[in-house]
């Protein structure tokens, strides 16, 4: 069975910080690994997606990610945070279903 | 851009009424799926389609059924609502190909159940 663990369930930073957020998975197979951010009251978007090729991926907003295979990770990371960054961020992995993590609460503070 | 709508926002029920929330994408996408999210558990999967007519239970089934009838339109029926079932409802249609893998959602129904 796939499964994936987000083990911080808040992330603060400050504004123009780096930001990381956590993500491990469990496949067997190769991992089709997703990033999806959530804002208050409005629905989940696509941030990023690692199917094959380069370990680190680019998204939207300045999001970039990175696949390690030897730890089983994929943890999402921003160079210089923004307050508008702070939402719920969900990591997935699939197959023919998305399995989510339990989601990270990020906080940029001014 | 793909475009994914629910029916509703909000919605407030009362226990023992039926319910029907539904879904629409615009992009010819086969699959569709009906996820539940509650805090602390992140998005659970209720139930998939992937064909008209075609349905399969995902994690969480249990009080749930659905309906596809059109490919663009994926219903999600609960036939007797319970308290238990107060949560907040999202679509996502899946867009598949050779070298993509994309599900895109909806904005989300929050359901309340008195």
């Known amino acids: 069975a796939q499964s994936v663990a987000q083990p911080e369930d808040q992330v603060n930073v400050a504004e123009g910080n780096p930001l990381t957020v956590k993500c491990t998975y469990s496949?067997?197979?190769?991992?089709?690994l997703f990033w999806y951010v959530q804002y208050p009251n409005r629905g989940l978007q696509f941030l990023l997606k690692?199917?094959?090729?380069?370990?680190l991926v680019k998204g939207s907003y300045g999001f970039e990610a990175e696949f390690n295979k030897s730890q089983t990770s994929f943890h999402l990371k921003k160079p210089s945070a923004l307050v508008s960054d702070s939402a719920l961020y969900f990591c997935?992995?699939?197959?023919?279903?998305?399995?989510f993590g339990a989601g990270t609460t990020v906080t940029v503070r001014a | 851009d793909v475009k994914v709508t629910q029916s509703s926002r909000y919605l407030v029920k009362r226990t023992g009424e039926k319910v029907f929330l539904e879904c629409v994408q615009d992009?010819?996408?086969?699959?569709m799926f009906w996820y539940r999210q509650d805090p602390g558990l992140g998005l659970r999967l209720i139930y998939f389609?992937?064909?008209?007519?075609?349905?399969e239970k995902g994690d969480i089934p249990e009080g749930y059924s659905v309906s596809r009838e059109k490919k663009e339109r994926f219903s999600l029926i609960l036939e007797s609502a319970s308290t238990n079932q107060t949560s907040m409802y999202l679509c996502?249609?899946?867009?598949?190909?050779?070298?993509?893998?994309?599900?895109?959602f909806g904005p989300g129904t929050r359901l309340t159940v008195l």
């Open positions: 996502a249609s899946r867009e598949r190909t050779g070298s993509t893998d994309t599900q895109y």
């Open positions: 997935a992995v699939s197959d023919y279903k998305l399995s």
């Open positions: 690692y199917i094959t090729g380069d370990n």
């Open positions: 992009m010819d996408h086969e699959n």
């Open positions: 389609s992937y064909d008209v007519k075609m349905k």
């Open positions: 496949v067997s197979g190769n991992p089709y």
